[in-house]
């Protein structure tokens, strides 16, 4: 059985990546630690896009994610999504193909809409491991301090930090302007509940 705890940082920047484009499907890629039992650490996540997929800007991330994991002792764990729609919470098949092609083992993180609020009392993920090449299966997870995270993000929101996040989409726009690997928005998402 797959074990998966999501730091709070990650927790946050998903959020907010759904709240800067509410209107639009996002993607991103979960960064992390495997190991040996099954345990899967969500240590941080990089947003990608925020349109329709489209495979060699992900392959040109992957490139540098790749670059950027071994610099810092990561792994590339899975991959995250929210739908477009308020209401749905089908599969992106597409990008769970990406995530079969391209990871070994890897996770599903699903951002429910429905439950996405300022006011949410517990986290809005729907977590997946895969079972076969076509099959996934939903599973526990863990968001680290639940509570406070699920405060720290309203908070976040709150406070406009959405407006600070860059995905790797926002980069390619603007390679001198955007950093997608968010690193002045993890100092702030830590510092906004003081």
């Given at each position: 059985?797959?074990?998966?705890?999501?730091?709070?940082?990650?927790?946050?920047?998903?959020?907010?990546?759904?709240?800067?484009?509410?209107?639009?499907?996002?993607?991103?890629?979960?960064?992390?630690?495997?190991?040996?039992?099954?345990?899967?650490?969500?240590l941080?996540?990089?947003?990608a896009?925020?349109?329709?997929?489209?495979?060699?800007?992900?392959?040109?991330?992957?490139?540098?994610?790749?670059?950027?994991?071994?610099?810092?002792?990561l792994?590339?764990?899975?991959?995250?999504?929210?739908?477009?729609?308020?209401?749905?919470?089908?599969?992106?098949?597409?990008?769970?193909?990406i995530?079969?092609?391209?990871?070994?083992?890897?996770?599903?993180?699903q951002?429910?809409?429905?439950?996405?609020?300022?006011?949410?009392?517990?986290?809005?993920?729907?977590?997946?491991?895969?079972?076969?090449?076509q099959?996934?299966?939903?599973?526990?997870?863990?968001?680290?301090?639940?509570?406070?995270?699920?405060?720290?993000?309203?908070?976040?929101?709150?406070?406009?930090?959405?407006?600070?996040?860059?995905?790797?989409?926002?980069?390619?726009?603007?390679?001198?302007?955007?950093?997608?690997?968010?690193?002045?928005?993890?100092?702030?998402?830590?510092?906004?509940?003081?």
């Amino acid at each position: 059985m797959e074990k998966i705890n999501i730091s709070s940082i990650s927790y946050c920047k998903i959020i907010l990546h759904a709240f800067k484009y509410p209107h639009c499907q996002i993607k991103g890629v979960l960064l992390g630690k495997n190991n040996s039992e099954g345990f899967k650490e969500v240590l941080d996540v990089i947003p990608a896009l925020h349109s329709a997929l489209v495979v060699p800007p992900i392959e040109i991330l992957f490139i540098h994610l790749d670059v950027y994991c071994r610099e810092r002792h990561l792994e590339i764990v899975g991959l995250y999504y929210a739908n477009n729609v308020f209401m749905n919470n089908s599969f992106d098949e597409q990008w769970m193909k990406i995530a079969s092609d391209k990871l070994q083992n890897p996770i599903i993180l699903q951002l429910e809409n429905s439950k996405l609020s300022l006011n949410a009392v517990s986290p809005c993920l729907r977590a997946y491991c895969q079972e076969s090449s076509q099959k996934w299966k939903e599973i526990n997870y863990f968001v680290e301090n639940s509570d406070e995270t699920v405060s720290l993000a309203s908070l976040a929101v709150q406070n406009k930090l959405h407006k600070n996040l860059a995905d790797f989409e926002n980069h390619l726009d603007e390679p001198l302007i955007f950093d997608f690997f968010n690193s002045d928005l993890n100092e702030k998402i830590l510092y906004s509940n003081n």
